[in-house]
């Protein structure tokens, strides 16, 4: 079945630690994208990517960074530089044909800092 | 500059009761608008979507949305409420722009109680 996997499921990380969330799509997507999501926040953009080795900020890029080396592939690494990590991580992926293309979403990973 | 307002962070129906959740919405180009439900530790699962067609949209599980831009209101409606129908929802507009970047709503969370 076509999707988008995240992993680890739950993670969580020390003080001072990077940690990076897995994201995998085999939906052939070009465009994939990483939310986070708050209670009572919504979703916030964090990176965009539409090609290979290309990717751009979103609103809340500051301390995170990430990697477009294959297509079906976009990690985010959570560095020690973001000062409240504690979320849920939501990735997402569309065929960018144009504006109003659905947009899939993994299942998504709680990183917790302990 | 796109944005994106639910009215209500908790909406409580009985089962069998109608359902309406309040989206407006903030673009200066025509929008692309979006409802989403997401269950508790789960991805996103695209309900329905207004791409400039028809202004009533039909989505999954009987639910079903009118984009009226006298009053930039894109509200989700549902007759009559299932006890599955229990989860958060999200409405979101498309930023445009070449990619589908998508701007949400804080949420909405529905009970449905017997």
């Known amino acids: 079945d076509g999707g988008i996997t995240q992993s680890p499921k739950y993670l969580f990380r020390k003080e001072g630690q990077n940690v990076t969330l897995s994201c995998e799509q085999n939906l052939n997507h070009d465009a994939m994208y990483w939310y986070r999501q708050d209670p009572g926040q919504g979703l916030r953009l964090i990176y965009y990517?539409?090609?290979?080795?290309?990717?751009q900020k979103g609103d809340i890029a500051e301390g995170y960074s990430v990697s477009r080396e294959k297509k079906e592939s976009f990690p985010l690494t959570v560095t020690s530089a973001q000062k409240n990590p504690t979320a849920f991580y939501l990735c997402a992926s569309d065929s960018s044909t144009g504006t109003g293309t659905e947009a899939f979403f993994g299942q998504g990973t709680r990183l917790t800092v302990v | 500059a796109q944005s994106v307002t639910q009215l209500g962070s908790h909406v409580s129906v009985s089962e069998g009761a109608l359902v309406l959740l309040r989206c407006n919405y903030s673009?200066?180009?025509?929008?692309?608008l979006f409802w989403y439900v997401q269950y508790p530790n789960q991805g996103l699962q695209l309900l329905l979507k207004?791409?400039?067609?028809?202004?009533l949209v039909k989505g999954i599980n009987g639910f079903e949305a009118e984009f009226k831009k006298s009053e930039t209101s894109f509200h989700l409606t549902k007759p009559s409420a299932h006890m599955s129908d229990a989860a958060e929802y999200f409405c979101a507009v498309s930023r445009g722009g070449g990619y589908n970047k998508l701007i949400f709503g804080a949420g909405t969370r529905l009970a449905v109680h017997p």
């Open positions: 990517s539409q090609i290979v080795n290309d990717f």
């Open positions: 207004y791409t400039s067609a028809a202004t």
């Open positions: 673009s200066s180009v025509p929008p692309y």
